[in-house]
Each structure stands twice: as structure tokens, then as C-alpha cells.
């Protein structure tokens, strides 16, 4: 079974960094394009990073790059997201999802093409 299991969100001053986690199991994170997006109260989900399977690169949209860092890592079956420098709208509940149709490349854009998603975890930005 496809299971995908996002930590490390919780409440953080504006300027503070946090790393948040993804740990994938029933398959090996290294396959997949793999996607972290957000989605605050009333909002679209919106794309923050991806990285593209195997040694494949990594995207971000305008407005994440330089705060915000995916990686990979093999041996543990996880992926992770660095975001740096908080700012009050990054408050929002993270997800990360798999595409398990691309061969190449990733999207920062298109949510749909994730096909599997994490439960998503709470990251809250204070004044």
C-alpha cells in the first residue's frame, strides 16, 4: 500500500525556519516525481517545490525560490522541505504527493497530476 506521511509542522515566529518531513512507504521515494504544496483556509493548493525522480532536478515557483528547499533522502525513504525565513503567509497545511505518471520532470503548477497525497501537517506563523 502507497502511504505517505507528512511531520514537522507546528507553530513558528515569523523569520524561524522549520524542516518538514515526508515519509513514504509501499514504494521507494527515488521512483517518483515527488511534489510539496500548501493550502491555507479558503485557498487553492498551492505548489511551493518538486523533485523529479531519481536524480532528476528540482523546481520551485517564483515565489518559494531562496526560502524554501526540497531533498531526498534514499536510505530512509524520505523527502523533506526546508523553509526559511517564515513569513506569516506560509502559514498553511502542507502536503506532499507522488506522481506516479511522469517520467520526466515534475510540476510546481498542477496539483491533479499528484496522484497519491500525505494527510498533510499544520504549519502556524506567529507575529
Known amino acids: 500500500e502507497v502511504r505517505l506521511v507528512e511531520s514537522g509542522g507546528g507553530l513558528v515566529q515569523a523569520g524561524g525556519s522549520l524542516r518538514l518531513s515526508c515519509t513514504a512507504s509501499g514504494f521507494t521515494v527515488d521512483d517518483y516525481a515527488v511534489g510539496w504544496f500548501r493550502q491555507a483556509p479558503g485557498k487553492d493548493r498551492e505548489g511551493v517545490a518538486c523533485?523529479?525522480?531519481?536524480?532528476?532536478?528540482?523546481y520551485y515557483p517564483d515565489s518559494a525560490k531562496g526560502r524554501f528547499t526540497i531533498s531526498r533522502d534514499s536510505t530512509r525513504n524520505m523527502v523533506f522541505l526546508q523553509v526559511d525565513s517564515l513569513q506569516l503567509e506560509d502559514a498553511a497545511v502542507y502536503f506532499c504527493?507522488?506522481?506516479?505518471?511522469?517520467?520526466?520532470?515534475?510540476?510546481?503548477?498542477?496539483?491533479?497530476?499528484?496522484?497519491?497525497w500525505g494527510q498533510g501537517t499544520q504549519v502556524t506563523v506567529s507575529s
Open positions: 523533485m523529479s525522480r531519481r536524480d532528476g532536478p528540482t
Open positions: 504527493g507522488i506522481d506516479r505518471v511522469r517520467t520526466i520532470g515534475c510540476s510546481v503548477v498542477v496539483a491533479s497530476m499528484y496522484d497519491a
